[in-house]
């Protein structure tokens, strides 16, 4: 069973790869220019992306080297300790919602220190497998197609960014406590 799985997993995307052309071909799609037409919207769309990823790395930059991350933590660090979150995990939980690069740098930093099978390191992998990088994502779609009224998108992303951090405090605890 097992090898049935593993072959139809390593096929599976060179197959549909050689179907979708082919039906779109047997419909009268121009296949070729439709991919270029496709391509040169994604370019324009990456053009677009830039000065927002720019302003962004520069924002969690500032943000990282002006010690502001670490006055955070410090402040933060003895309410969490209450409920069970080391404070080693706090740069990480900050982090992650702003740059997933940054939050999987802090994460390995843990675990090379800590140690894979760590609390810590078990926690640290739970919190980057659950949360996402909310601002990342605001920040780079929502201003490559121009939308500037994020209504309720910050708050609800918070709000599931803190919901997984919980979850995975939990479940780190019940798992690996």
């Known amino acids: 069973m097992f ?7 390593r096929w599976a995307i060179p197959v549909v790869l050689l179907l979708v052309p082919l039906a779109a071909h047997a419909r009268g799609v121009k296949v070729f220019e439709t991919f270029v037409e ?15 990823l ?11 080297a002006s010690g502001a991350m670490n006055v955070l933590v410090s402040v933060l660090s ?17 982090m992650r919602p ?13 675990i090379k220190n800590h140690g894979p099978d760590s609390f810590i390191g078990q926690l640290v992998s739970t919190m980057q497998g ?3 990088t909310t601002f990342y994502v605001l920040t780079l779609y929502f201003g490559s197609v121009g939308i500037t ?14 919901t997984t ?10 798992v690996f406590g």
């Open 149 to 162: 009224r994020y209504r309720y998108s910050v708050i609800s992303g918070l709000i599931a960014d803190f």
């Open 54 to 64: 720019v302003a962004m790395l520069v924002a969690i930059s500032v943000f990282r």
């Open 78 to 94: 003895p309410v969490l300790n209450l409920v069970g979150v080391p404070a080693e995990v706090l740069p990480h939980a900050v």
């Open 38 to 52: 496709g391509a040169e919207d994604g370019f324009n769309t990456a053009i677009k992306t830039i000065p927002y």
């Open 3 to 9: 090898s049935l799985v593993s072959e139809v997993s």
């Open 130 to 132: 659950t949360s996402d």
């Open 165 to 174: 951090l919980a979850a995975s405090v939990y479940i780190a605890h019940k």
């Open 98 to 110: 702003l740059s997933g690069g940054a939050a999987l740098g802090i994460s390995t930093d843990i």
